[in-house]
């Protein structure tokens, strides 16, 4: 099945930088590409999408990218800010027999003001 | 995107007891899932509630300790059954809409404690 590895577990990031998080995925056949922001106690909500006829997708301040060559894909989000601070995860879906998500194991990010 | 609601919202339970969790959507959806989280972790998928037939299970998870139903297309139960210390985690429900859009949305979860 698939796997989806994700880094950097924890990032810390002065208010105003940038941040990037990198997932790579195992399954050729993933086709869909989530990524969700969980804050403490809360339900994990999606903040963006891509799909893997498209290599680049951006959101305001968000924006993912996806090399389906080299199998990842990339969250990057610009002007950080505090409410900017939670966990995210990086998701694959690819279809088949099993039509859930795949997550990976998740990054901590922490923006300092 | 769908409206979501689980409860109980949190229990603590003993051990070996069972607890059932209700997934209720606001609209018919196509896919429904259960998924788990343990502390300080990432989301595992336990199964896909199918409609009119039996769930479909991932590697780890039985249907005789984690027994689900799905009798219409807006409704779902996930029992975790015969509870240990180890079953300790945040179950959530999460749907995927008919559409050109996957778009699967959460419940707010349903946080387990068994003592």
């Known amino acids: 099945g698939e796997n989806v590895e994700q880094h950097p577990s924890t990032l810390s990031v002065q208010e105003g930088d940038s941040a990037v998080i990198k997932c790579t995925y195992s399954?050729?056949?993933?086709?869909?590409f989530p990524w969700y922001k969980q804050e403490l106690g809360k339900r994990p909500q999606l903040i963006i999408d891509?799909?893997?006829?498209?290599g680049e997708k951006k959101d305001q301040r968000i924006a993912v990218t996806l090399n389906k060559t080299a199998k990842h894909f990339s969250l990057h989000i610009t002007e950080t800010q505090p409410e900017d601070s939670a966990v995210y995860f990086c998701?694959?879906?690819?279809?088949?027999?099993?039509?859930?998500?795949?997550f990976g194991k998740g990054t901590h990010l922490i923006i300092q003001p | 995107s769908a409206v979501i609601s689980q409860k109980p919202s949190r229990d603590i339970c003993q051990r070996g007891t069972s607890l059932t969790i209700q997934c209720q959507v606001d609209?018919?959806?196509?896919?429904m899932f259960w998924y788990r989280q343990q502390p300080g972790q990432s989301l595992t998928l336990i199964a896909t509630?199918?409609?009119?037939?039996?769930?479909?299970?991932e590697s780890g998870f039985v249907i005789d300790k984690f027994p689900i139903s799905r009798p219409n297309l807006t409704f779902s139960t996930l029992t975790v059954s015969n509870m240990s210390p180890e079953d300790s985690s945040i179950y959530l429900c999460?749907?995927?809409?008919?559409?050109?859009?996957?778009?699967?949305?959460f419940g707010s979860g349903t946080r387990l404690t068994v003592v």
């Open positions: 999460s749907v995927r809409r008919q559409s050109a859009n996957y778009g699967y949305t």
């Open positions: 891509i799909r893997s006829n498209v």
């Open positions: 399954d050729s056949a993933s086709n869909y």
């Open positions: 609209s018919q959806v196509t896919m």
């Open positions: 998701a694959a879906y690819s279809g088949g027999g099993a039509d859930g998500l795949t």
């Open positions: 509630a199918n409609q009119g037939s039996e769930a479909t299970y």
